[in-house]
Each structure stands twice: as C-alpha cells, then as structure tokens.
C-alpha cells in the first residue's frame, strides 16, 4: 500500500511561484511512476508532470513546460515527491493531486487518471490575476 499526503498550496498573484509537496511512504523500495495531476472546477482532471522513481525520466504537459519542475527526494522509508511551479497563471488554478503507480512511466499513458492506483487528497492552487 503507497499512501501519498500533500501540502505546500495556497493563493499567489500571476508571476509568483509555489512549490507543492507530496510525502509518499509504502513500498518506497519499488520503483514507482508518481505524477501531479491538477483539476480545475468544471474541467476534467489533467496529468501536469511526472517522474520515473527508476530512470529519472521526467514527462510535462505542454502548458507548463518550462515553468515547472517535478522532482523527488528519499529519506529511508518516506520519498518526498516535489512539484516547483514558478511564473504562475491564472489558468493554473486547481486542485492539485499526487498519484503514484507501482512500476514505470510510460509516454503513452503517463497523463491518464487511470494509470495510477494511489491517490493523495489534492492541495488547493489559486493564481490571481
């Protein structure tokens, strides 16, 4: 069992930067394929970034590609999945999520909700104008 919890969202002018956190514990020996996906009301769920706990490869959506980084750190038993998102826009407002899966990433399905089996309980991202 992964069990994933979030933090570091908040409201932040256009421009401004943010950088999300997602403590993974569970089956932190296994490589994993651990995302942030992001849900604006109204809208479906996105895949934002992703990164391969194997390779190092890392996988981004087009909107946010050189704006933001995903990263992971591990200590012992808790890997720390990280997620800086700077020069924010507005249209980056949604719930954010941290979503893991046992095994690799793969280009074809990394962005897809039903890719992965763990799911954290989201963190609230508002940019204003």
């Known amino acids: 069992q992964v069990q994933l919890v979030e933090s570091g969202g908040g409201s932040v002018e256009a421009g401004g930067s943010l950088r999300l956190s997602c403590e993974a514990s569970?089956?932190?020996?296994?490589?994993?394929?651990m995302a942030w996906f992001r849900q604006a009301p109204g809208k479906e769920r996105e895949g934002v970034a992703t990164?391969?706990?194997?390779?190092?490869?890392?996988?981004?959506t087009d909107s946010v590609k050189g704006r933001f980084t995903i990263s992971i750190s591990r200590d012992n038993a808790k890997n720390t999945l990280s997620l800086q998102m700077n020069s924010l826009k507005p249209e980056d407002t949604a719930m954010y999520y941290c979503?893991?899966?046992?095994?690799?990433?793969?280009?074809?399905?990394?962005?897809?909700?039903?890719?992965?089996?763990?799911w954290g309980q989201g963190t609230q991202v508002t940019v204003s104008s």
């Open positions: 979503a893991a899966k046992v095994g690799s990433c793969y280009t074809s399905d990394w962005g897809q909700r039903s890719t992965y089996k763990y």
């Open positions: 569970g089956y932190t020996y296994l490589r994993r394929c």
């Open positions: 990164i391969d706990t194997g390779s190092g490869s890392t996988y981004y």
